[in-house]
Every structure is written in structure tokens, then in C-alpha cells.
């Protein structure tokens, strides 16, 4: 398996985390010992299992399509770190 | 002021009832134990003015008899519940100033039956951890010292502030979360009493997400009794989070004293490991035998896929993190970074906000959900976990709950395992089984090993079958005897 250095770059990338590149290598490494440990998954015999995504038994719960919450554009924004007038301020995102 | 804060919380609340005092009374010695117990660095922020006023409207609601079930009583809450209008921080500097605009519903139901908030507790940033070190906060540290040396010890994690707080009377109860084992390894830590309930009890709603099929809130306490009069307020269906169960609440501390006689206790031999204490082995028999000499049966039972649930665990938990933290793009709320293009904006805002722990995690989740190995990883561990709720479910044909030590170890020192992720990830050996079957888990003071440090045990029930925990943990209280409390040195 071993992660090297293109690896941790690609992760980092699509995880959108900034890594200069005198820490992947030690990254690496890191990421490295932890999925040997995990690697220990494999000696379980999984043959016919249905992989398990929830503990609670029953479906999704359905409600009335009905407004609940929202139209607060004071509440939604006052945490931004910049707004304007209800709005959100974002970079600049299409050239 | 001593002996208002020494009380538990059915203490209190029988004091407040019969008129000895009042809440402001009670919140005010509390206020000033945690002005003085500033050193634990278990409170982040603390509101004394919000509690004042709570404890002030609680004693008005309380002379035209209209006081709720936990009215007046001062708690802790961990700072990942939402709190509306006050700082919520995850510990992490990527929320940097974030100020809810609505309220956690759990909180919101310790509200709603009276109790008052002191403050925001410290915890492993986005509840990453075992020891509360990840906290931008820095951490807390323990009450309890060793009897052979003052060197600062860790409260356990993620919940430590939690932990902490309780064990120090700094407040008589505090909400927690529990993943891993966030809730019971630091109760185990700090002798007190904590519970993660089956998953779906409590809504998730309002409480910041790390892993969304794992995570659990619970209260931690000084008692096994007033863990199950908190846990009775903070359950309940709610139609905002998807996952809570539509089932009926019972008073759980009803429970606590009804007799065990009869019940069958399994003892699952894989929870034996290498390295383990012989004082962890010693109390973990102590316990068994206050279970037979309360009349219980003692089964010997297997779990054989247990120690695959922390690899697997080390899957799941990094996917759903990588997913749930995508949101911390610096747009819509928290910290926001400088860069020359907007991926560069989000890789730099990230990059800053996050701490070292939750960088690993979320790089592990993004890693095994990438194309090439989600069915080798992802899927695999999905798998895994079937097999370990399976083990149960064999396991409850055989008994009606499960008894076995919290944590591998005593509370260790601050520092010693920051630089091992796996070792740290350990601790939780004998909690994540719990959370990946869904299953309720409680961790209650049991004795105190050579070094006077406290040691917790672990009753886990069948689904939606806390009333049986609790009954098995209130004997086992009792049995116990265990009325120790840290020396204080702050």
C-alpha cells in the first residue's frame, strides 16, 4: 500500500488543506503507520456481509413539505466573515 | 460554599425543593469554585451573568411552584453543543468567534426543565482526541494527582473539561458527546459517573458533527443517579435530526436501586488485553463478584471481532469527519484565510484553522474514501462493523448486560502520548465497540489503583436498554462504595 509524497499531496489537495512540502514527507510517514495498523481488516472474513451505514433500524423518517425554518438572512449571515446586506461577500469564483 | 458545591445534583435539587437555599445561592458558590479552579483550565468561557440571571428566574419560577425537574441546578456544557448567543468554539481556531443563533436541542431541554448554565467546557478540538491536548484551547488538566508525583495528568478526552469540571464541584453535572468513548474513558479518568446512550436518544441537532453515525451526547455526573436524571432530560425524539428515535423516555432514574437479582452479566474474554494493569485486572473481578453477591449470573461470553473495532473505527469515523468538516471553507462562518485564488483561499483558511489531529483525520477520511480504495477501505470497515454489532446481538442471547473495564489504563501524564497517535488511539480499545454497534455504555468509579488514581468499569446494555444499565451500575455504586475525591491543589 505504502503512502508516499505524491500521495499526501493529492489527499491534501482534495481535502483542501495548504501542506508545504517540507511536511509531507514526514506526513507521510505518519499516514503511513496508521493504515498498516488498519491494514489488520483484512484477515476478517466479510464474504456476504452487507456493509453496515446506520444503527437505527428504521428508514429515513418523512415530513410535511412544509417550510420549517429559514428566511433570516440577518441569522444565516451574522456569523460571515464578510456580508453585506443579508448577503454572503465571497472571492471573486468565476474569471 | 464548600458544601453547596459538594452536593450532588439530587442533593441540590432536594435542597432547593425544601427551601435550604437558593439557586442563586447554589450558582454562586459554584461561580466562584470555578473562578478558583481557573488553573484546571477546564471552563473555556464562562457566564456567570447569563447564570445568574437563569438562577434568578429559576428561584421566581420555584416560589409560584412551577419549577421543572432541573430547576436551579448549575451545569457545565461541553463546547461542542450550540448555545444561542454564546461562543461555540469546537476548540478549534476555525470557528474562531462563532456566536450560535440557535440552541443545541439537547441544551435546550436541560433549559427547558431549569437548569442554569455556568459556561462552555474545554475538549479535544471537534472532539479529536483522548486526553484534550488537541484543544486550541490548550488543556485541562486533571484533578486527581498521582499520591507519587504532582506532574500535571490528562482528564481523558474528549470530554475532559466535562470531566474535569464534575470531578472538581465546579458545576453538578455537564452535557458531554461521545464517539469513541469521549464520554466514559474521561469519567473513568476522573471518577465520575458517565453515560453515551443507544444511539438515536439524543438529537444530534445543534451539536457540532465529527461523526455522524457514531456520535451520542450523555451527561457526566457525580453520581449514577444523577447521570440518569440528566440523561432523562437530554433524550427525547426530535424531527430535526433524522437519525432520533421516535420511542418513549423513561424516568431512567427509576431505575437506579430497583434489584438486579437474576440478571445474567456477560464477560467477554476478548476484552482481556496485553499490557492491561493487574489493579484493572483486580478491580475488573471485584466487580463480578458485587454482581454475584447481589444475585446476579455470570456469564462467560465472546466478542470475538473486537479488536478489529478500533482499525475499523479508524476508518469510519476520518470518513464521515472529512465529509462533515468539508463545511469549514472560511465563506459562510468562522475564520477566513488570505489566498490568491479561491482554492488557495480554502486551502490556506483550513490549513490555519484546523489543528494538527484533525488535519490527520480528515487526510485519513479523504484518503480511504478516494477513488481506488473505498471498497478496500471504506466498504471493508462498513463490513467489519456489521460484524461487530453482530457479536452482540449473539451475545444478548446469552445475557441481558455486559460488565468490563472502561480504559486500559489509569489517567496518564499530559504529553506522554501526544506523539503516538495509535497509542493514544488505545485508550478507547474497550468504549468504540459500543458506538459502532449503537449500543448504551456507562462508566462508573469502581476503586482507586496504587498511585490513588481512580478506575473505572463499563456496563453495556442491549439497545434502548439504559434502564438495565443503570440498575446494574447503581448496585455496582453501592457495592463500590467509592466516595473518593481529588485532594485540591488549585
Not at chain 2, 245 to 256: C, G, K, N, W
Request: glycine share 10%.
Amino acid at each position: 500500500m505504502a503512502i508516499d509524497v505524491a500521495t499526501v499531496r493529492k489527499v491534501a489537495r482534495l481535502a483542501r488543506i495548504a501542506e508545504p512540502e517540507e511536511r509531507l514527507e514526514a506526513l507521510a510517514q505518519e499516514l503511513n503507520g496508521i493504515m498498516t495498523w488498519i491494514e489488520q481488516l483484512a484477515e476478517v472474513d466479510t464474504d456476504g456481509v452487507e456493509p453496515l451505514t446506520s444503527v437505527v433500524g428504521a428508514g429515513a423518517p418523512l415530513r410535511e413539505d412544509v417550510v420549517t425554518m429559514g428566511g433570516d438572512a440577518e441569522m444565516i449571515t451574522f456569523n460571515a466573515p464578510k456580508s453585506i446586506d443579508g448577503f454572503f461577500v465571497v472571492p471573486k469564483v468565476v474569471e | 460554599m464548600s458544601v453547596l458545591t459538594s452536593l450532588t445534583l439530587k442533593g441540590a435539587l432536594d435542597g432547593l425543593n425544601a427551601g435550604d437555599f437558593t439557586s442563586v445561592e447554589l450558582t454562586t458558590a459554584h461561580i466562584e469554585a470555578i473562578e478558583a479552579a481557573r488553573p484546571l483550565n477546564a471552563f473555556i468561557l464562562e457566564t456567570p451573568e447569563h447564570a445568574l440571571s437563569m438562577a434568578a428566574a429559576s428561584d421566581a419560577r420555584r416560589a409560584l411552584d412551577l419549577q421543572g425537574p432541573l430547576d436551579g441546578a448549575p451545569l457545565g456544557v461541553k463546547d461542542l453543543f450550540c448555545t444561542k448567543g454564546v461562543r461555540t468554539t469546537a476548540c478549534s481556531n476555525i470557528l474562531g468567534n462563532f456566536i450560535p443563533q440557535y440552541e443545541s436541542t439537547v441544551t435546550s431541554q436541560l433549559w427547558r426543565d431549569g437548569a442554569v448554565m455556568l459556561g462552555k467546557l474545554n475538549l479535544d478540538q471537534f472532539a479529536m482526541g483522548s486526553s484534550n491536548e488537541t484543544s486550541a484551547f490548550g488543556p485541562v488538566t486533571n484533578p486527581w494527582r498521582s499520591t507519587s508525583s504532582n506532574k500535571p495528568l490528562t482528564p481523558g478526552g474528549s470530554s475532559g473539561g466535562s470531566a474535569a469540571a464534575v470531578a472538581a464541584d465546579l458545576c453538578l453535572g455537564a452535557t458531554a458527546t461521545d464517539t469513541g468513548g469521549s464520554i466514559r474513558q474521561p469519567a473513568a479518568f476522573t471518577g465520575t459517573v458517565g453515560i453515551k446512550p443507544t444511539y438515536g436518544r439524543c438529537s444530534r441537532w445543534g451539536v457540532v458533527a465529527f461523526a455522524s453515525s457514531l456520535d451520542q451526547a450523555g451527561p457526566i455526573a457525580k453520581t449514577v443517579e444523577d447521570a440518569a436524571i440528566l440523561l432523562t432530560s437530554m433524550c427525547g425524539h426530535d424531527p430535526k435530526d433524522s437519525t432520533s428515535l421516535d420511542v418513549e423516555v423513561p424516568d431512567f432514574s427509576l431505575y437506579v436501586g430497583k434489584s438486579i437479582k437474576g440478571l445474567r452479566i456477560g464477560i467477554p474474554k476478548e476484552y482481556r488485553v496485553d499490557n492491561m494493569p493487574a489493579e484493572i485486572e483486580k478491580l475488573w473481578a471485584d466487580g463480578i463478584e458485587w454482581l454475584k453477591e447481589a444475585g446476579c449470573e455470570i456469564v462467560e461470553i465472546s466478542l470475538p471481532h473486537t479488536k478489529y473495532a478500533l482499525p475499523a473505527y479508524y476508518i469510519v469515523a476520518p470518513a464521515e469527519a472529512s465529509s462533515n468538516l468539508a463545511r469549514y471553507d472560511g465563506m459562510r462562518y468562522g475564520h477566513r484565510a488570505q489566498g490568491a485564488n479561491l482554492t488557495e483561499i480554502y486551502e490556506n483558511t483550513r490549513a490555519e484553522g484546523f489543528g494538527d489531529e484533525v488535519k490527520r483525520r480528515i487526510m485519513i477520511g479523504t484518503y480511504v474514501l478516494s477513488a481506488g480504495y473505498y471498497d478496500a477501505y471504506y466498504l471493508k470497515a462498513l463490513k467489519v462493523r456489521r460484524r461487530i454489532a453482530e457479536d452482540f446481538d449473539k451475545a444478548w442471547e446469552r445475557c441481558d448486560a455486559i460488565l468490563t473495564p472502561t480504559a486500559p489504563s489509569a489517567a496518564f501524564g499530559l504529553g506522554e502520548n501526544s506523539n503516538d497517535p495509535i497509542a493514544m488511539y488505545l485508550n478507547d480499545v474497550f468504549t468504540v465497540t459500543t458506538n459502532l454497534a449503537g449500543l448504551p455504555g456507562l462508566s462508573l468509579p469502581a476503586g482507586l489503583d496504587a498511585n490513588g488514581l481512580p478506575l473505572g468499569l463499563q456496563i453495556i446494555g442491549k439497545p434502548l436498554d439504559e434502564g438495565t444499565v443503570f440498575s446494574v451500575a447503581g448496585a455496582m455504586e453501592k457495592a463500590a462504595g467509592f466516595n473518593a475525591k481529588a485532594a485540591r491543589w488549585w
